[in-house]
């Protein structure tokens, strides 16, 4: 397979293991798409400073195949679920997450990696479709709440000798 340029790839799929993601790839060279894997890791950790690197392993397509690549991909997830290790936007489904949130085409680049690693930024999924941002922990649950918006504290249960 010829190398394509940047420019004309499309990220299909996700992941933060390279695993999951050679499956898409080699499904979708079996359905006659090119498709390349593309391991962004290491410039997560060095460009970003993001010790564990998330969302770096990305299935991509020529533009020109992105969009049977993608409805091929999404046939597959509601058949076998292929996107089962996927990181999928909560707010419009697509599996095109971006992390950190940054842009990957300025040299700022950088500089938000040294304000988020002292802190004074949060380190997000970023969805390129919806443009929706959300945290990679998830939420944490909501206490309950009384009439006066107080949280209830309930008893521990005690252990049973």
Do not use: H
């Amino acid at each position: 397979m010829e190398l394509m340029k940047l420019e004309e790839l499309m990220t299909v799929a996700t992941f933060n293991e390279a695993t999951p993601a050679e499956a898409v790839r080699q499904r979708l060279e079996e359905a006659d798409i090119p498709a390349q894997l593309f391991d962004e890791g290491m410039t997560q950790r060095l460009w970003w400073m993001v010790p564990e690197p998330k969302a770096q392993m990305r299935v991509r397509v020529e533009k020109e195949n992105f969009a049977k690549a993608e409805a091929l991909v999404r046939r597959w997830d509601a058949q076998e679920g292929v996107l089962r290790e996927a990181i999928v936007c909560p707010e419009c489904g697509a599996s095109r997450a971006e992390y950190p949130q940054y842009s990957r085409r300025t040299l700022m680049t950088f500089f938000f990696g040294i304000a988020n690693l002292f802190g004074y930024l949060p380190r997000l999924y970023y969805c390129p479709a919806c443009q929706y941002t959300w945290s990679p922990e998830p939420p944490k649950p909501e206490p309950e709440r009384d009439i006066l918006n107080w949280a209830i504290k309930r008893p521990k249960e005690t252990a049973k000798k």
